[in-house]
Structure formats: structure tokens, C-alpha cells
């Protein structure tokens, strides 16, 4: 069983930089594939990054234009989110989530491939 926790959310002005943590508590990160979802008010949850501790290359959800950066601290078993130039159509919830395998890159924006999921923390962005 793995639990998940999230934090760094907050109400922050447009143009304003976050960094979003997800403590990882029962196990380590190792062969798992990590990921950040978003879900805007009256929307679906969409896809933001994914990551593994292998060292391979993150996936971005194209069109979040470089302004996010995923990263995972294996020493200290958290996953980050670094979001910067915050615009309001970034108002969400962010989950972290978290895959018992090494997802193959074309699948790792499926919400349904991940088994575990932390409860979110809010981002709201607003002058």
C-alpha cells in the first residue's frame, strides 16, 4: 500500500511560480512511474507530467508550453512539480499518482493506469 500526500498548493497572482510536493509514504519510488494530473472545476482530470526514477526523459502533456517541470527526489521519496509564469486557466486540483510499473510513454497519460492516488491540493490563480 502506498499513500501519497500532497502540498505547496496555494492562491497565487498570474505570473507567480508554485512548487507542488508528494511525499511518497510506505515504499520507495523504485520501478514505479510517477505522475501530476490537474482537474479544473467542472472538468475531466487531465494529464500534466510523468516521470520514473530511472532516468529516463519526463513526459509533458504537450501543451503546457515549458512552464512545468516534474521532478522526483528518490533520496527522500517525493515527487515535484514546478510550475512557473501561472496563468488562471492553471486554477485546478493536482493529484500526484502513482503506477506500480514502468508505464511505456504512450500510456503514461491514461489516468486509469496509475493505482494509487493522493487526495490533491489546490491551485488557484487570481489577480
Known amino acids: 500500500q502506498v499513500q501519497l500526500v500532497e502540498s505547496g498548493g496555494g492562491l497565487v497572482q498570474p505570473g507567480a511560480s508554485l512548487k507542488l510536493s508528494c511525499a511518497a509514504e510506505?515504499?520507495?519510488?523504485?520501478?514505479?512511474?510517477m505522475a501530476w494530473f490537474a482537474q479544473a472545476p467542472g472538468k475531466a482530470r487531465e494529464f500534466v507530467a510523468a516521470?520514473?526514477?530511472?532516468?529516463?526523459?519526463?513526459t509533458y502533456d504537450t501543451s503546457i508550453q515549458d512552464r512545468f517541470t516534474i521532478l522526483i527526489d528518490n533520496s527522500k521519496n517525493t515527487l515535484h512539480l514546478h510550475v512557473r509564469s501561472l496563468k488562471s486557466e492553471d486554477t485546478a486540483v493536482y493529484f500526484c499518482?502513482?503506477?506500480?510499473?514502468?508505464?511505456?510513454?504512450?500510456?503514461?497519460?491514461?489516468?486509469?493506469?496509475?493505482?494509487?492516488w493522493g487526495q490533491g491540493t489546490q491551485v488557484t490563480v487570481s489577480p
Open positions: 499518482a502513482a503506477a506500480t510499473a514502468v508505464l511505456p510513454y504512450f500510456v503514461r497519460h491514461l489516468p486509469t493506469k496509475y493505482e494509487y
Open positions: 510506505g515504499r520507495t519510488f523504485k520501478n514505479y512511474t
Open positions: 516521470i520514473t526514477d530511472l532516468g529516463d526523459s519526463p
